[in-house]
């Protein structure tokens, strides 16, 4: 239980970091925003490796690989096409 | 590594994914933010891998190879255009890991012969993942369906909807239930993930293509909430943080849009918009002989003649792609003296932001981008309005109160402000809203009837021969 | 150890809630923001209370005694102040 | 009750004061706010209570009586003037608080025979308490005395004064040393505890009165990271989260008045600043014969004709205490039509937000008050400005890049922009930074040389006659 509410003040607080440094940017980059938002919530590959880590059998190495590869997926197309869409912004 | 080291680093990560969201705030620093980010991503991964848990590395690497692979040439290979249905393609195949992890979880422990029970946070855990995982799965490719136009954007309305609907969704808690009372195989969860699934796809298929952006964003939302309660179980403050952060992301951004559309979120996920065709006895009404047509070579002349042109860019020139066409239009202009700038509606496109996106990729520098509330007061200096297939963003009938307009209340780009106004779309059809638009018929309004893309060029052409 | 990142996690991210909050606040009422946020501080009287409730010798005692005045002090007076400050700001 | 309990409601507790600085941006909430935070207090301070580790209350509630009647008296009944000084005793009593809790811990520790050692924990908190605890406590008074003119506002510059300065922190870091390695006494605690006590006078006793604002503000960032600290000897949530808000909150206020001042914290903390007088001969070749004055009658006539008025208040107003005077200007002036505004420089008067409070204080709406960057663009549409008792923060010298001015490069508010600027001090003698003001000889200016109470006083009366 204890662990559960230090998780939960984790939460909380970053839900209000979260609000707080959104609002903050502007309409001008909210399609990267969008994208770059994706590739963070990427963040499950952690848990995935974590599960494809311990493979015993046939089915849960199935299972494990895929997971991990369609959240590497998510992780790295999100942060490509983040970066491509933020590599054409500039000024004159 | 020792435990608290581990966490150390995870929290590192966290910090890196909020300065990366900071750095977000200012098209300056946003590139070099991303990368923060990823670098983020990298060290929690590369903790993970050092972390004592893992014991072989045949499959990981094998997943992360793949998965590398595939992310890396979807995402080089997508033209800049296509970027909303690619996020949602992503975030489908994160949220559809996410299920699948807990799923290995859960067969492992069934497969282990000496554990006959299931923990009780696995178990709820693997109902979440589960649901949220799978709708976020099918939900995200059926929008990528719609907006790549694989299957028809408009809304399918089955018969008794809400009533399949309803009973899919007691059928999803029935067997999640089951899953965390009598977890004794792990068949309620495979049931869990195809009813779930279904219900992805159901829920999205009768909503519009145009409400697509919404839908997207209220999945990544929930896979970000995912990711919260998977570290929840995993005790992973890097899954938490970054979790609760993409959920405020996606919930503001779901927020903002349906603020500017004016529309509730209930709204647009149950009401089937996009379906309403404008009665012509309306148009008729509000336009009635009083518009006037233009070509590209009077246009050519009035561009030429001004000292000050706003661009207003809509929906449809994204469709017809005609934002390297404007890059040169502007140039040329500027060439002959005349200042141009862009005028930019939170709302214009199909997603926030989306017109800046495609002018940024045509080479136009941000600082002429201005967003709505700044350039409102500016209106009445500016010699001709150039408006490239918008149409509600430029929509006077906004501003009356009249509750059958659907747009009411929808601040709007006050461009009939403006000495003249040319209106470039290829008819007098309705935008998203399905409304006509008085302001087609207004007195220093004059239409330009073509594709955006050709009137672009056309207009290129008449100012290159003056 | 555990316990001590936990910790570390909330002062990082309360410190990023701070900055961003603090930063919205305008200098119209930068005084009262620094009259209340000392009021804040004062939370000092909880750490005081659970030193003072278990009182031993007499010098614990008149420490104990001592502390949580003081903070009381602080809480109490700093809270009234910026009460009565913000109670002066008002519309035509 | 249970631990968990208790920690979910100290979250409670700590997300109330976040709500409560929330708040605190906007003048319409910012009361509610407040006792936002108070409830947050509340709570924290029931569920301690409530505790199981509490057994003996009789202490507790002589202390919660004798310290709310302490502060509630001192808070109701000082005058707003006064608030500067009161924060400072607060908050200096707030930090005593922690270093005597943390003292009588370990004296009970030590007193406890079975005891013979202490947690590193404990003694390395306990020299932190001390240290920042003390500082704050001395450290506040003597702000306090400085500013309530119970001693010499000007800096106190003793011989040598870093040299004994850096001898004193040296021997605070020894002795921090001796009860973290070995201790075995309360003996070390006590001697760093006097030891910092006198460290806190000499290191505030060099700063002039007009820099305590800034010190005020670097203490409460401090009492802020100690409670911080504290919450994590007890691991208490709620103590780790307000701490660190207090530690941003105290931070950033630092850094705008450093930033605003043009000045760095070194230069505050070390430089002894206040005690230079400007060259009269340098202000003589400023002033030289061209300054021109003028008579409260003439200002009544000059502001009744005016159509657009803008009051910069400035340091001088709070001395005397003009801000009532200043009201029934504002409302005669405004029954006779004219457009009466105030202009808000971030750092006039003495501290952040200083004439907000006592504008506000005396019943002027806060819609009138208008920041700096908002009014500037304005001054060029404006008849009269009247500037009473300000003086850097309309100093025209600001916007040289001469490194030898003080305040070159701070922004400054553009009165001589206006058509006619009426000063309204006693004589021609320097503000703050110690320079003279060319606006005091600029063409479109005329001075009012008088106590800015009487000054305005003087103006009403001759308003009342015309
Ligand atoms: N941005 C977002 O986040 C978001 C999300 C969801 C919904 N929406 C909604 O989308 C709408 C956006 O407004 P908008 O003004 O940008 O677009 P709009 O109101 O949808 O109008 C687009 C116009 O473009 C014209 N068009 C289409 N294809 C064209 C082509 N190839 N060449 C020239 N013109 C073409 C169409 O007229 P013709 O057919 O006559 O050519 C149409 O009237 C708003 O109602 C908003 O609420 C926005
Ligand atoms: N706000 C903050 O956070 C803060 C903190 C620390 C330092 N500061 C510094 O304080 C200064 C503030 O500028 P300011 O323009 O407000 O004040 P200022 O530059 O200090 O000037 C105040 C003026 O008021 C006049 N005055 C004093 N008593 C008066 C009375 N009874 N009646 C009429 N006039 C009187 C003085 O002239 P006479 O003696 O001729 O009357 C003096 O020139 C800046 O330099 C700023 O950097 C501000």
Not at chain 2, 231 to 245: E, P, Q, Y
Request: hydrophobic residues 55%; aromatic residues 6%.
């Amino acid at each position: 239980m204890e662990e559960s509410v230090a998780a939960l003040t984790a939460f909380v607080l970053a839900l209000f970091v979260g609000y707080e440094v959104i609002t903050k940017v502007p309409p001008l980059l909210h399609t990267p925003l969008m994208s770059g938002a994706n590739a963070i919530s990427g963040i499950t590959l952690v848990g995935t490796l974590i599960t494809a880590g311990m493979k015993l059998t046939l089915l849960t190495t199935i299972l494990g690989f895929l997971a991990v590869a369609m959240a590497t997926a998510n992780v790295v197309g999100g942060f490509l096409i983040t970066h491509r869409m933020l590599q054409k912004f500039h000024r004159k | 590594m020792s435990p608290a080291l581990v966490n150390l680093l995870y929290l590192a990560a966290a910090v890196l994914f909020i300065v990366s969201l900071k750095m977000m705030t200012h098209p300056r620093t946003a590139s070099n933010g991303n990368l923060v980010g990823a670098l983020g991503m990298l060290l929690a991964v590369v903790v993970t891998l050092f972390d004592k848990r893992i014991v072989s590395f045949e499959v990981i690497i094998a997943g992360l190879i793949a998965g590398s692979l595939f992310g890396a040439v979807v995402a080089w290979r997508a033209p800049m255009t296509a970027m909303p249905q690619l996020v949602a393609v992503f975030n489908g195949l994160g949220g559809g890991a996410s299920a699948l992890a807990v799923g290995a979880s859960l067969e492992e422990t069934f497969s282990n012969a000496a554990v006959k029970t299931v923990s009780l946070q696995l178990s709820l855990s693997a109902a979440a993942a589960a649901l949220v995982g799978a709708v976020t799965l099918t939900g995200s490719f059926v929008a990528y369906a719609k907006l790549q136009g694989l299957i028809d954007e408009r809304p399918v309305l089955l018969p008794a909807r809400h009533l399949i609907n309803g009973a899919l969704a007691a059928g999803c808690v029935a067997l999640s239930y089951w899953l965390v009372v009598s977890p004794d195989s792990a068949l309620a969860f495979w049931l869990l993930i195809a009813a779930s699934g279904v219900l992805g796809v159901l829920v999205v298929i009768p909503i519009g293509g145009a409400d697509m952006p919404v839908v997207i964003s209220l999945l990544n939302c929930y896979s970000g909430i995912a990711a919260a309660a998977y570290g929840w179980v995993l005790n992973n403050n890097a899954l938490i943080i970054a979790g609760s952060l993409v959920g405020a992301a996606g919930f503001i951004l779901t927020a903002i849009m349906s603020k500017a559309m004016n529309r509730s979120l209930t709204n647009i996920m149950f009401a089937g918009l996009g379906t309403v065709a404008a009665g012509a006895a309306e148009s008729d009404k509000v336009y009635a002989g009083r518009v006037k047509s233009t070509s590209p070579d009077e246009a050519a002349i009035l561009l030429s003649a001004a000292r000050k042109v706003v661009v207003v860019p809509g929906y449809g020139m994204a469709v017809a792609q005609a934002q390297f066409g404007v890059h040169d239009l502007m140039k040329k202009l500027e060439e002959r003296g005349v200042d141009v700038q862009f005028a930019i509606h939170p709302v214009a496109g199909r997603m926030p932001g989306h017109m800046n996106v495609l002018l940024a990729d045509a080479g136009i520098p941000y600082d002429k981008l201005k967003e709505m509330d700044e350039i409102n007061p500016m209106f009445r200096q500016v010699d001709v309005v150039l408006v490239i297939g918008a149409n509600d963003v430029v929509n006077p009938l906004a501003r009356q109160n009249d509750p059958s307009v659907p747009i009411a209340g929808m601040p709007i780009l006050d461009v009939d402000q403006a000495r003249s106004v040319i209106i470039v779309k290829r008819s007098l059809s309705p935008g998203f809203a399905g409304i006509p638009n008085p302001l087609f018929a207004a007195d220093n309004a004059l239409m330009l009837f073509a594709d955006a893309n050709k009137a672009v060029l056309d207009i290129l052409t008449a100012l290159k021969e003056q």
